[in-house]
């Protein structure tokens, strides 16, 4: 039986480039604790289109 537990899988988009405009996006999924982080995450990450670490934020 699988485990259940408070860990869900989210995704997260640069905001940087989103205001840009320019073509594509960057997006990464990853996991969080929804007990411990109940409100939105926020990282930097890579952007590969942009070739530099932006803010990545949590989407729906």
């Known amino acids: 039986m699988a ?3 408070n860990r869900v899988q989210v995704i997260m988009e640069c905001t940087e480039h989103k205001n840009s405009g320019l073509p594509g996006t960057s ?3 990853t ?3 929804k007990r411990n982080t109940p409100d939105r ?3 930097k990450k890579f952007n ?5 670490m ?5 989407i729906k």
């Open 3 to 5: 485990k259940k537990g």
């Open 27 to 29: 997006r990464y999924v």
């Open 31 to 33: 996991t969080k604790n």
């Open 41 to 43: 995450l926020e990282l």
């Open 48 to 52: 590969p289109i942009m070739k530099k």
């Open 54 to 58: 932006t803010v990545h934020k949590e």
